[in-house]
């Protein structure tokens, strides 16, 4: 069973970073970062395979945003630079270990979810 638990998130001002972590037991192919907010569905933001390592990410943080993992591959990271205000949201790491294929950064392509981290950044 796939456990993830994430940390990092805070408050910062606009033009900041944060670097959120999120901790993973148990096997799992593709890993991802979404983010939700009261007003707005849950959204991909960045999206990584495990196993090769390739990368995806939502047009709104391309540039700003890196998504890593640790060569263990039992954390994955979200570098955030050059925050903006709309970046504002509750952060949630995901992960993927079976079930269809509904792209990288779609909500039902993933089968465990963290608990959250919020990020809030001020003008």
């Known amino acids: 069973q796939v456990q993830l638990v994430e940390s990092g998130g805070g408050s910062v001002q606009a033009g900041g970073s944060l670097r959120l972590s999120c901790a993973a037991t148990?096997?799992?192919?593709?890993m991802a970062w979404f983010r939700q907010t009261p007003a707005k569905e849950r959204e991909g933001v960045a999206s990584?395979?495990?196993?090769?390592?390739?990368?995806d990410y939502a047009d709104s943080v391309k540039g700003r945003f890196t998504i890593s993992q640790d060569n263990a591959k039992r954390s994955l990271y979200l570098q955030m630079n050059s925050l903006k205000p709309e970046d504002t949201a509750m952060y949630y790491c995901a992960a993927r270990y079976l079930g269809a294929w509904y792209g990288p950064l779609a909500t039902l392509t993933y089968n465990a979810w963290g608990q959250g981290t919020q990020v809030t950044v001020s003008s």
């Open positions: 148990g096997r799992n192919t593709r």
């Open positions: 990584l395979s495990t196993d090769d390592g390739t990368t």
